[in-house]
């Protein structure tokens, strides 16, 4: 078992809303071996486009071989994967990284799912593979979407900056609204929200775990493009800067600065 | 059918290497292809310390290539000899390891230390265009250029080679000043200098400004310096830059390469290089090619 | 909103114009766009006599770019006189004629020639990479680029842009020689000297075997010269190298650029030059900026 | 009326046999202009091919403002373009360059329609135009396509290189086997047999006109990079340069040199 490069076949693309959209995949290898936080590097078939866009793995359908992913519009390459349909062809290599530690949301737990706009899709994974007790916090600019896939697994608390829905504000506005306690985070999304989560951990003692981005090019761990600030030194320069891509994209907390 | 080619005495499998940099030092593209069909691997360049390279965003796709700013990150050469040459030697492929270095001294600590190392030859980089102290700067100076190679060639035990910089006026005149320093190979190209700006952020879109152009979109410049390398000097060349496919690697050769190095192809298709190995004896047995030495250098 | 331009005394309507050599003389692309809707109309390289040009292919595409080495075939200053600038003089907008040469006293005959013609500006090509006896090799030495400038801006009437060659060590020293010669704007860049090799007819893509390599593949090594020209000189720059759309040439106007050409783009689609035109409003009015000149050299 | 860009929709495609594909496109404005022995610019989808493609029109049904386009794979932008569907898009460029001159095969006239390889293509719809009496000679490496689609407008020989069909040998061992004689020669093919046709042409004293073929940017006379060597002076820059896209790509023999 090992990470490859599969020509998938697209199962179905919906649209979600604003310029999100669900695309369901058949990838057999990657989706049997994939773990919740782990994600992918999709190709465009625009040669003028080489670089490979990473995209989290939402959920798996692992009887079917089928991966879904869940992804926000926001330049060429994400254009032109919405424009997919029942049929076509995309160019995958996973599963990539290391997902969120299980263990650390083991039975008897109570822990936060933490997801700000295009970070929540890795949650939906993730929720359905953690044992313990869940509560699901998301937060959005305006329009929601995936939120309701998320009630069979946990309560679910919505932020929304122009408070359209649940509490205006962010995520953590959304916790001391509603006044939520747990033992551990696990968070994905924008940088800002990560490092208040950091914050808000730190300051109340608990176990915390962060999905970070960062610009890509290999993927794999070979090129040194997608370091972050580590507080240890990194197993492989042994200079504190951890790769996102084969360390990350989920680290502890501590581990990081931002 | 022949695809060995000899570069300074170490002949390899086939001409086929990664470039420095983009492949680590294999262990991770390990997983997906068989080092041992390729002629060499080229690994990411070593200090004589740790470097933690540039800032980040360290890379910004563009038009049919990218910039890239690492700044050398690299564990330093004890860590390198300990951990990846080992893993290296266990596949039947030649070693090159990359140097790179602020100062003269720096270049010369590593070189010397690799001496009695299990490595085939050394690849000098005096081309890189994001750190500010050195690369480069080297580089784009004939004089220096031939300096640092007497230098080095002082102390390698290795054959040398002497990868150039692009961003020059003349590449003839750079590679014979590498000769004339007693280089035994040249490596071409490297990157170009490049700038991409966000619009939108207003800001550069690699936080070092500069960074190194690499990918397709940079062949034809590079096709044409190993052309005018080739004529220049005796020397036998690596010829790289934009090498997509097998296609692209004959074009090299035909220009006047003996080996050619795979390098933004790999993040596009981590198999890049091994079919490209196939590629290249595809394209031999159709057109009846029994050595690859015909190749070399046969436009002209 | 203000889109105009002023470059060395001539205000332009806004900042979008055509490169040399592929636009023609305007004529051709007015069946498509309306000229009225151009900052200005750059021309195709005018000689002091008709000149043929280089042999066939001419052209290759490349990945992201193309190669050419159409060697400046044009009519010669006294058709151009007679037929194109009546016919550019029926539009408003600004005529800038580019002159090619292949001795000083060729450009001077030209500039002299055009002094009393209703022509806005002079394009100098010191750059060009396709014809032996001229173009680039003035380009390339500090000391002939200053000399050319010094020697055409005696003769000429109208501000004079020297369009420099990107196949440099440093484009900065080549900027600071043409101000020191007295140059009023500075144009960057010309093509990168490129080659490709057809390896089924293992021959040259063009006959001559190198050309002007040019398109959006360049466009990281355009932007990153245009913005160090403007920080070593005072001079409004034209900047070009891969404008594709508007958010490319905000790119370079943001590196510093005061106005922009459009090139290779028009091969790919005709409307191109007035699509960026208005593009650029677009980005102005989504962002609030009244005056275009706010965004001239705003991102350092 | 004037040359156009247009984003035409793929009515159909139909391979031909070996590598030859037929594409009828939907382009109004260019259909309604279009003269045989005209072309069109094809633009790939792919963005690391800058240049369009030059194809000539091989028919049209001005009715439905249909056009069709029969061309061979032979690199990687025929290749994109053969595996369009019925309802995709494609952008096109035309009508481009002067057509054939009709009144040069005027009523009473016999004329050659001679079309070597996938210069065949265009000879279709000049057939369809052509007032006189026309005799069709092909010439095929070794599969045949498009050959019985001239049969309703005149006799049709064919040569072969590999004798598999007709005449062994060129189109114009076709001519002489046959001892076929004409007032005009309309011919469309690889320059070997243009060459040969214009020293038949001059050897019996008839009109000919040959179609030419060159590497393209700009495809409406504005770059300069598709000229061919010309007799007289060219009127652009008066150096016996003609420019293929503008001034032809129909060019009387005597006016061209090879
Ligand atoms: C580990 C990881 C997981 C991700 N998961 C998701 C997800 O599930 N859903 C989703 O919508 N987005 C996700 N992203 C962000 C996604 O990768 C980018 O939105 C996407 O690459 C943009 O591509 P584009 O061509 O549309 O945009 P462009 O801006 O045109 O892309 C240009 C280049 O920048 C890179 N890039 C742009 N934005 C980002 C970004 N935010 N992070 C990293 N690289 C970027 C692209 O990969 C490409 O190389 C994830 C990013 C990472 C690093
Ligand atoms: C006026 C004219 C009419 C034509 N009509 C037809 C036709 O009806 N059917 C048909 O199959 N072919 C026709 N051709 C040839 C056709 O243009 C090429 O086969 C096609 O451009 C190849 O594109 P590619 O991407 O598949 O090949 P590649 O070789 O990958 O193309 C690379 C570049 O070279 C150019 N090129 C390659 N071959 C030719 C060629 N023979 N002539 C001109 N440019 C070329 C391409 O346009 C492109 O810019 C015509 C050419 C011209 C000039
Ligand atoms: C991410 C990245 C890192 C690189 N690091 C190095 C390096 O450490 N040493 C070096 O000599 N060249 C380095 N290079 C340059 C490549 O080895 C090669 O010369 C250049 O990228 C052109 O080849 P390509 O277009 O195939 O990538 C690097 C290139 C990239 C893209
Ligand atoms: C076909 C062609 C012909 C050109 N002819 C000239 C010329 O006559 N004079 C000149 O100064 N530049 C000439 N150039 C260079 C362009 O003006 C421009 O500097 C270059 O192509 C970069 O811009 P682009 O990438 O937008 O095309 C030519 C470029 C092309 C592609
Ligand atoms: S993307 Fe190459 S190391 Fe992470
Ligand atoms: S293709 Fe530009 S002049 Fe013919």
């Known amino acids: 078992m090992a990470k490859i490069k599969e020509i998938a076949v697209v199962a179905s693309q919906t649209r979600l809303g604003d310029d999100v959209y669900s695309m369901w995949i058949k990838t057999k290898e990657i989706t049997a071996q994939a773990v919740p936080g782990q994600f992918v590097d999709l190709y465009t078939k625009d040669g003028a486009k080489l670089l490979p866009r990473p995209i989290s793995i939402c959920e798996t359908d692992k009887d079917k071989g089928l991966l879904r992913l869940v992804y926000r519009v926001v330049g060429g390459g994400t254009e032109e994967f919405s424009h997919y349909k029942e049929g076509d062809t995309i160019e995958v290599l996973g599963p990539l990284g290391n997902g969120f530690p299980l263990e650390a949301g083991g039975k008897g737990k109570k822990a936060f799912l933490i997801g700000g706009g295009i970070g929540i899709p890795p949650m939906l994974e993730l929720a359905k593979h953690l044992p313990c007790e869940k509560q699901v916090v998301l937060g959005y600019r305006d329009v929601l979407f995936l939120n309701e896939e998320f009630s069979p697994y946990g309560d679910t608390y919505i932020a929304t900056e122009d408070g359209s829905a649940g509490t205006k504000g962010n995520v953590l506005d959304a916790i001391r609204e509603q006044g939520l306690k747990g033992d551990v985070i696990f968070a994905c999304g924008p940088t800002p929200m990560l490092k208040a989560l950091k914050a808000y951990a730190y300051e109340h003692e608990i176990e915390c775990y962060l999905s970070l981005e960062e610009k890509m090019a290999c993927g794999i761990g070979a090129c040194l493009a997608c370091v972050c600030k580590s507080k240890s030194v990194d197993e492989h320069s042994m200079v504190h800067n951890k790769r996102v891509c084969k360390e990350g994209p989920v680290f502890k907390a501590e581990e990081v600065e931002f | ?300």
Chains 1, 4 share one sequence.
Request: charged share 20%.
């Open chain 2, 1 to 300: 059918m022949n695809t060995k080619v000899n570069l300074a005495g170490v002949e390899l499998n086939n001409p086929v290497m990664t470039a420095s940099g983009t492949f680590g030092s294999g262990e991770e593209y390990s997983e997906m292809i068989n080092l041992n069909h390729l002629g060499a691997v080229v690994t990411k360049g070593v200090a004589n310390v740790p470097w933690p390279g540039n800032p980040t965003p360290r890379i910004a796709e563009t038009y049919g290539g990218m910039i890239n700013a690492i700044g050398l990150q690299n564990p330093g050469m004890e860590v390198f000899i300990k951990r990846d040459i080992p893993f290296l030697k266990k596949y039947d492929t030649k070693i090159i390891v990359n140097v790179c270095g602020r100062t003269t001294e720096d270049y010369i600590e590593v070189v010397e230390r690799l001496a009695d190392e299990p490595v085939d030859m050394l690849e000098i980089n005096i081309s890189c265009p994001n750190v500010k102290e050195g690369g480069i700067a080297f580089g784009q100076d004939p004089k220096a250029v031939e300096a640092i190679t007497r230098e080095v060639k002082k102390y390698a035990k290795q054959p040398v080679i002497m990868k150039l910089s692009p961003n020059v006026t003349d590449i003839g005149v750079m590679a014979k000043a590498a000769e004339a320093g007693g280089a035994d190979v040249l490596s071409l190209i490297n990157t170009l200098t490049g700038m991409k700006i966000d619009i939108n952020r207003r800001t550069f879109a690699v936080a070092n400004k500069t960074g190194g152009l690499s990918g397709p979109a940079i062949k034809p410049i590079a096709v044409r310096m190993v052309y005018q390398a080739a004529n220049a000097v005796k020397l036998p060349i690596i010829g790289m830059g934009g090498i997509m496919n097998a296609e692209d690697a004959i074009e090299f050769i035909l220009a006047g390469a003996t080996a050619v190095s795979v390098g933004t192809a790999n993040f596009r298709n981590p198999y890049a290089a091994e079919e490209i190995v196939r590629g290249i004896e595809g394209y031999m047995k159709k057109y009846n090619v029994e050595d690859i030495r015909e190749l070399i250098g046969a436009v002209r």
